[in-house]
């Protein structure tokens, strides 16, 4: 026993059921497909697994649910997939995986694919008891109504006895409100044979995995139930559940990033992704969203109504409002992104200022270049995209259009109003204006002149 955990820490399979066809969604996309924080529900359960230190991972999905696969293997890349045909029950469900059961050797966690706000702490309470010698356990909660769940049956000393489905419960039985969450843990050396033994002699006339309970402590085996909040648990069915557990999933994220040591002003109204990194001082006004793949440096002041994705932002640097960081955004130190700028895929470096009106795409800036208001990276000329390189310390100024590909070599000027279509070099000016014209008097001519006809209209008019 003394080397138990040791040897078992390495041998952790998660076993995730994904076959329900989830169709109170409404949609085309399986379930698990949905996204919390941006990221599939059937990645945060994966990640879970990960974060745990699993070894193995299997999915059971249904039929024609091509598109999981490539999310689970993204999430953890040697991710085996099984079809369950016909749903025959979550016994049924577990059993589409014997294949890898039977490789397996160490622990099982059976988790659901549409059960996304599970914590590792709700998880690492089932799987110690394991280690400690458990054979079967099972994640209970407290329900506020405990309708539709399966019962957690335990006797005088406390000790797991059963789980009874509600449609097969007694009315004793049915007062009880500790309920399966439906994670149940196993020790594989008994999970098969308990499993073939397994029958659907029940109200649904499904092979019920709850069933393993009763079976095990019939053999003398040791059952437990381990404790989690509702909410931990919920399961999502349709898009209202979709969007409370996004509630949810967010109030935890906010206040994960605020005990990291960053300012939310009004966290209530700002969106993160399952994958967004803070750090530290970063203050973040009212009314952000980041999209998927954004990381944050140190020091970093995101003003309100800013949309961040794919992008990273390094220490110092002053975003928004109203910007727009698209995938692909490298935004280096100290660097200002103000109102109505959109970036994408560019790379701007150090203390480079973009503060107002522009579009930067495709592009390169140089160390401390100021990009004067209005300008244009035009990078797409209708079928291909196009690269701006815009050196250090270069001034382009306001309303300019700069026509990829192009080269702005370090220390260039550009003269406000240019069209640049071609490369310009080191310390130069390059501008690209009509010339003036005044017309001395003109418009005051012009002013009388209409006025005088005006002045006619209206007197023929009446
Ligand atoms: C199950 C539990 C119940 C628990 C509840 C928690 C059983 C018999 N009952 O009931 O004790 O309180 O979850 O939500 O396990 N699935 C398959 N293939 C199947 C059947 C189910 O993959 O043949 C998957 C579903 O996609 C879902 C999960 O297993 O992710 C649970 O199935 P569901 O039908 O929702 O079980 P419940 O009746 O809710
Ligand atoms: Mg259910």
């Known amino acids: 026993m003394a080397n138990l955990a040791s040897q078992t820490d390495s041998s952790l399979m998660i076993l995730v059921l994904a076959a329900g066809m989830g169709t109170r969604m409404k949609s085309k996309h399986p379930k ?46 040697e991710t085996e997939l099984f079809v369950q045909h016909d749903r025959l029950g979550t016994a049924h469900a577990v059993l589409s995986a014997k294949e890898a059961l039977e490789k397996h050797d160490g622990f099982v966690l059976v988790l659901y694919g549409d059960t996304p706000l599970l914590t590792t702490d709700a998880l690492n309470g089932l799987y110690a008891e394991l280690k400690n010698g458990a054979h079967v356990g099972v994640l209970g909660f407290e329900a506020d109504d405990p309708t539709g769940y399966g019962r957690l049956l335990v006797d005088d000393e406390g000790q797991l006895v059963a789980i009874r489905e509600q449609k097969d419960a007694s009315p004793e039985e049915l007062a009880v409100t500790f309920c399966n969450s439906g994670v149940m843990g196993f020790r594989t050396e008994h999970m098969l044979s308990l499993l073939d033994q397994v029958g659907n002699d029940n109200a649904n006339g499904e092979y019920y995995l709850t069933d393993v309970i009763e079976l095990a402590r ?227 001519r012009f002013r009388k002149s209409q006025q005088r006809l005006k002045a006619r209209k209206a007197a023929t008019d009446t």
């Not at 941006?38 to 994966?46: L, T």
């Not at 999933?249 to 990033?257: D, H, L, T």
Request: net charge negative.
């Open 32 to 77: 698990v497909m949905h996204a919390i924080g941006s990221k599939p529900m059937v990645g945060h359960v994966i990640d879970l697994g990960v974060s745990l230190g699993a070894e193995t991972c299997s999915v059971v999905v249904g039929p024609d649910m091509e598109q999981v696969k490539d999310v689970a293997r993204s999430h953890f890349s």
């Open 218 to 444: 019939r053999q003398g085996l040791k059952t437990v139930a381990t404790l989690c909040s509702e909410q931990d648990v919920l399961g999502v069915n349709d898009r209202v559940q979709l969007s409370e557990a996004e509630r949810i999933f967010q109030n935890r994220k906010r206040e994960e990033v605020q005990r990291n040591g960053a300012t939310l002003i009004a966290p209530e109204t700002v969106f993160f992704s399952a994958d967004t990194e803070i750090g530290k001082d970063v203050i973040i006004e009212p009314n952000v969203v980041f999209g998927p793949n954004v990381v944050v440096g140190d020091d970093v002041q995101i003003y309100s109504h800013s949309h961040i994705e794919g992008a990273v932002i390094e220490a110092r640097s002053k975003i928004g409002p109203f910007a727009r960081l698209r995938p692909g955004a490298e935004i280096g130190e100290g660097c200002k992104v103000g109102n109505f700028v959109e970036v994408k895929k560019a790379s701007v470096s150090k203390g480079a200022k973009i503060n107002h009106l522009t579009y930067v795409g495709d592009a390169e800036i140089g160390a401390d270049a100021n990009i004067g208001a209005g300008t244009i990276t035009c990078n797409y000329d209708g079928f291909n995209k196009h690269i701006t390189k815009i050196g250090a310390n270069c001034f382009i100024g306001s309303n300019s259009s700069l026509v990829a590909p192009v080269t702005i070599a370090d220390g260039a000027f550009i003269g406000s109003g240019s069209v640049i279509t071609d490369n310009v070099p080191t310390d130069a000016l390059a501008l690209t204006r009509a010339e003036k014209k005044v017309y001395e008097q003109w418009a005051a």
